[in-house]
């Protein structure tokens, strides 16, 4: 997994509740059976017109947040189905990291195992970031993972919640299944205590 | 001792490690998998050098990109062709029980879990699909994760895990006639939001949910996810056991008795409490019609189109304004009065047989209209056998309905099922996204009866005013 410290990036708004993971990366593109290359379907149905050029009305199109690495969303982002392509897609098209006012569990957990951040902070705040963004053109955040904070450009700071093991995981791009076969033993007391 | 949830004590059983700080390890006794969701964690233990740690405990189906239509014929989709045969050599690879394309077995992941006895009262199961939540049904913590979590639970056969909350529903009183499983579902999705179970196991509890069938209670355990709920669960009882008596999976003879004695103890204690808890009154709920582009965005079959204009919040004003827009609805249009082009019965929701008995209840003798094009698509290879031995298959096409084979079909349309762009569609399936039946499709969500009989009138109805045969 990709370790997550710190980051400073551009950040894009989508002003949408209920994003879901359908919309994110449409069906017709799960049929790969590599983990790269989602890049470009990201958002396709909203991205792209039926033509297949770029639709100039979606705002990740706006020549202003080509270089965007922060995405800001409403609430319950990532809703709907389990597919780990949502972070895989949202990370290679080059997001760092997700900060919206609530997250669907399974989403938000697949977020954390790829190294992708999802970072919740209250939905008036979220709001009022996202109208500084657009009202303002190359507004970066800065995410520190380590003291748990989003600093917006006038140095505005915001603290957010993170359990301690993810958070953990994370810092240092903790190989979740090598953790887990440390405890090997009880793995095997416990089978045997259940007669498996 | 201190009374208990019947989630309680399922996690309390499958604890391998807590300590503070750290993500619980927690055991999982079953493992389901498919074609879509595995391919990256097969070639992640590759990569690893990682085994399977217990391969008789994972079971896999081809469900998700499979034609429906005549299986004689060459698959055209190379690359859905390509999946398929992944998971294939995967399972031969680590020696995982495989039910194809061409298995009588097959079927939607999560209906062959209960059909062939793999689902069990107080088991852990997880599956890389968000729709796991439908075992719950049987009293499993049934669990939907996604590819790196699947890889996991090869490799380990745990899961990392944080500790849901409990969230009790509690539905009393007889339901009224022409309301099903699948409108007390979307009735709650629609009272709680998409996000209203999100950190939380739903227990459905009370006397609606226990007079419910085992399948109306998959019916209702399915959608859980569509509440955010990270798993739905109903007390097992004497009809549970009954389901699974004499299943290929289940324990057999004295073994089944003694097991019937554990599940016993699983409903939850008296006075044991939850940590959030709603009461709905069955008597209340009418046949439910989504108009919306989220499942909570539904409706009374009697309701009309609901008005932006009516909605306070800034951010719920604006959904639904996208989602009218999307579904082509204008608000104060009675949702009988909205005319669809396709039908969908199938979908891990709904396609069982006590569903396809319904909707053919409803499409006996009649016809559907000639503007629509009407699907049925049994969710296993053996209730599409159940159905045919009961001619319910004649009754469909005979009524102008198209039979399929088993699979998930229009459900997400991997497959050639699909909506073209502005077809609207009633949909017993369980997600009304955009694009989700097909980009630019319009799905609404209704139960199979009212699926039936949208498909005959070319238009909702209520079928509280239809008189079954
Ligand atoms: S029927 Fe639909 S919801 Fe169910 S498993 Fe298949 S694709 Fe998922």
Known sequence: MEAFKKHTGIAAPLNRINVDTDQIIPKQFLKGIERTGFENYLFYDWRFLDSGAPDPEFVLNAPRYQSASILVAGANFGCGSSREHAPWALQQYGFKAIVASSFADIFRGNSFKNGLLPVTLPADIVADIIAQIEAQEGYALTIDLESQTVTRPNGTLHAFDIGEFQKQCLLNGLDEIGWTLQFEADISAYESRRGI | ?469
């Open chain 2, 1 to 469: 001792m201190e009374p208990k949830t019947m989630f309680e004590k399922i996690w309390k059983d499958h604890v391998v490690r807590a300590m503070p700080n750290e993500a619980t390890v927690l055991y999982i006794d079953t493992h389901l998998i498919h074609e879509v969701t595995t391919p990256q964690a097969f070639e992640g233990l590759r990569l690893a050098g990682r085994a399977v740690r217990h391969p008789e405990f994972t079971f896999a189906t081809m469900d998700h990109n499979v034609p429906t239509t005549d299986r004689s014929l060459p698959i055209k989709d190379q690359i859905a062709v390509k999946q398929m045969e992944t998971l294939a050599k995967n399972c031969e690879e680590f020696d995982i029980t495989l039910y194809d394309i061409d298995s009588p077995e097959q079927g939607i992941v999560h209906v062959i879990g209960p059909e062939l006895g793999i689902t069990q009262p107080g088991k852990t199961i997880c599956c890389g699909d968000s729709h796991t939540s439908t075992h719950g049904a049987l009293g499993a913590f049934a669990l939907g994760i996604g590819t790196s979590e699947v890889e996991h639970v090869l490799a380990t056969q745990c899961l990392l895990y944080d500790k849901p909350e409990t969230f009790e529903i509690r539905v009393d009183g007889k339901l009224p006639s022409g309301v099903t499983a699948k409108d007390i579902i979307l009735s709650i999705i629609r009272r709680i939001g998409t996000d209203g179970g999100t950190g939380t196991v739903i227990e459905y509890t009370g006397s609606t949910i226990s007079g419910l069938s085992i399948e109306e209670r998959m019916t209702v355990c399915n959608m859980s996810i569509e509440a955010g709920a990270r798993a739905g669960l109903i007390a097992p009882d004497d009809e549970t056991y009954e389901y699974l008596a004499n299943r290929q999976f289940s324990p057999q003879g004295q073994d089944f008795d003694k097991a019937v004695e554990i599940w016993r103890e699983l409903p939850t204690d008296e006075g044991a409490a939850y940590d959030k808890s709603l009461h709905i009154d069955a008597q209340s709920l009418a046949p439910q019609v989504t108009w919306g582009t989220n499942p909570a965005m539904g409706a009374d079959v009697t309701d009309v189109i609901p008005n932006p204009e009516e909605i306070t919040t800034d951010d719920a004003k604006r959904a639904t304004e996208g989602a009218l827009a999307y579904m082509g609805l204008t608000p104060g249009t009675k949702i009988t009065d909205v005319d669809i082009d396709k039908v969908f019965i199938g979908s891990c929701t709904n396609s069982r047989i006590s569903d396809l008995r319904a909707a053919a209840d409803i499409a006996k003798g009649r016809k559907v209209a000639e503007t629509v094009n009407a699907l049925v698509v049994p969710g296993s290879a053996s209730v599409k056998r159940q159905a045919e031995a009961e001619g319910l298959d004649e009754i469909f096409r005979a009524a102008g309905f198209e039979w399929r084979e088993a699979g998930c079909s229009m459900c997400l349309g991997m497959n050639p099922d699909i909506l073209m762009p502005q077809q609207r569609c009633a949909s017993t399936s369980n997600r009304n996204f955009e694009g989700r039946q097909g980009k630019g499709g319009r799905t609404h969500l209704v139960s199979p009866q009212m699926a039936a009989a949208a498909a005959i009138a070319g238009h909702f109805v209520d079928v509280r005013e239809w008189e079954s045969n």
